[in-house]
């Protein structure tokens, strides 16, 4: 149960704090940085605006594939092992998710124009790229199955 608290705890707070940064930047929220600037862009792909030409069904298959990665997470008993790290990871998905049916497309902010002019993210972005370098850290590292 304890497990199962964490995970849910991680997820509701990872898509709590994405949604309630978005909505600063919806509203307008802007700052100008010299390498960082803190502005509204919408991405109707993946990451780097990949597969944007799927349009709207691409919300219905990243649904497809967070109901599969769930189904899989609690079937094979991942959740036991990585309950911080995958709530961060389906709270940072379900929040892009979400962002697909309220706007016109993931809302990203953090525009990263120091010597390559292509990166914006958000709080969600962070949030999976962290779960998922704390889940290949875990794996390597503390791999039951370490074959020395």
Known sequence: MRIFVIFLLALLGTFIIDQNIKTLFVDGYYLEGSCINLELHYNRGVAFSMFDFIGD??????????????FII????????YPFALGLLVGGALGNIYDRFIHEGVVDYVAWHCGFNWAVFNFAD??????????????YFFSNHNNA
Request: aromatic letters at 12%.
């Open 126 to 139: 962070v949030a999976i790229d962290i779960a998922v370098v704390w889940i290949l850290v875990v794996s």
């Open 57 to 70: 069904k691409l919300k219905w298959i990243q649904i497809l594939l967070v109901v599969s990665m769930l």
């Open 74 to 81: 609690f079937k094979d008993n991942y959740i036991k092992r």
